[in-house]
């Protein structure tokens, strides 16, 4: 659903396991890390909810959810390796999420 014509879109998002040799890396050592901006204009956007969910089977905890600072940026840490879809929300923008190159278009999960 577009909202005043204008999208969110997720950028230079970078994902990588915390440094170690693999058989010492802990199962929750995942990290991704990005920024939302305008899919207009391309200014980083402050105040957006970023969502990360997974196919994986939940581990009872709840996926993570954060909020983009000032300059957009955000941070998931802690993750199990996998795929992760990463999807954007803030008020007045269509949804935004990771690959996807318009409104309503498909999204692309990370692994």
Do not use: C, N
Not at 24 to 37: E, K
Not at 89 to 103: M, N, V, Y
Request: charged share 15%; aromatic share 4%.
């Amino acid at each position: 659903m577009a909202l005043s014509g204008q999208a969110l879109a997720i950028a230079v998002v970078l994902v990588g396991q915390l440094a170690g040799p693999p058989q010492t890396r802990d199962a929750m050592s995942g990290l991704i890390v990005g920024q939302v901006v305008d899919g207009d204009s391309g200014r980083p956007l402050a105040g957006a909810l970023v969502a990360a969910s997974s196919p994986l089977p939940s581990t009872g905890s709840p996926l993570p959810r954060v909020i983009t600072g000032a300059d957009g940026r955000f941070v998931f840490r802690g993750l199990r390796r996998g795929a992760y879809s990463i999807i954007a929300f803030k008020a007045g923008f269509s949804e935004g999420a990771h690959g996807r190159t318009r409104p309503a278009g498909p999204a692309v999960p990370l692994t």
